[in-house]
């Protein structure tokens, strides 16, 4: 597709939905695939992977990610599935990062193959890296994982900060009774570490019965009220700490005299989480969906295929942006359809 035939009036306009929000964020899942088996998350023996034909080639995740930056969009996440199992994943970075309009390009990754690759992606133009890491712990992170070396996720991270991607920041799924001890631990890690660590409630509708008989060891999430709680009778107050505060949906805090923050992602009981979303997402198979949390999703890789070029995908991205609902309303009776996060992109 020729991009500079992309027309001048599309140009500097905002991607504002139907509920007034600025849509600045696409998240896009590069890959169903995954080199964890993570108990809240993939089932013990993978999940049914989609044919490599019906996956988005990067040059398709490009167009894309061009005709909605020359709509408004700014900053996009590469996720998966692990984005790291995707080869040639570098590439893409370079691809994306030099597509005019786009300010910021990052990457949610589970760390196990950072080490190898932390270097060349910053020099492709990655700006930092979402490390999900839900232990200290080198035997709860096997048991967690099923599969994985807490070791390398270490030497992944090291690898980051040495590569300057930077701040980097620790996803972290606190699981009654797996790892919501290590509440703590990881607040008290702010002290001496500069990242940040966020804490994103279990989202426990996407479990799904085919996570196997360690799904059982889930039963329910631990509210981010509750774990503020706890870091605050032991450690003392968190201050709001906004500074750059990126443009996903924590809101930080920091403990007085830590190097770090602490960042709360609260979709299950934030009242007006849904009000500050500023995203779509793309799924690796060319879908485009307006919100993690509801079923709906607009097929754009047959406008791609079908030879609709730049039009096609305009089209696709006005219609997410039309059926962005106001809020997922899981309170309400919402029930998304029972899938797993890899299969959305996380
Ligand atoms: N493989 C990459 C990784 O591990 O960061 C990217 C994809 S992963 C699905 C993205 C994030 O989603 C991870 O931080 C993971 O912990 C989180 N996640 C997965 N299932 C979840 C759930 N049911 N509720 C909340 N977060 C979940």
Redesign the pocket.
Known sequence: MALETIPEALAAKALVDAHRRTITYLRV?VTDR???R?V??MPEGGIDLVPMADILRYEEIRDVVAVAASMGLRYVRL???????RKGLVDLVGMISAIPGIEEVT?????VSLARYAGPLAEAGLRRV???L?TFRPRRFRRITRVGRYEDVREGIAAARAAGLLPIKL???LIPGLNDDEALDFARSTYDEDWDVRF????????GESCAKDASLITG?VPNEEVRRRIEARLGPLSPDPTADGHGPALYHRLAGAKGRIGF?S?LTEEGFCARCNRLRLTATGKLRPCLLTDQEIDIRTALRGGEGEEGIRRGILAALESKPDAHHLNDGNRPRRR???Q???
């Open positions: 899942s995954c080199n964890l993570c809240y998350c996720t998966g599935g692990e984005p790291l199992a990457m949610t990754t589970n760390g979402n490390v999900s839900d996803n972290v799924v994103i409630e279990l989202m426990p509708f996407l479990e999430f992602i979709p797993k996060m890899t959305i992109g996380g």
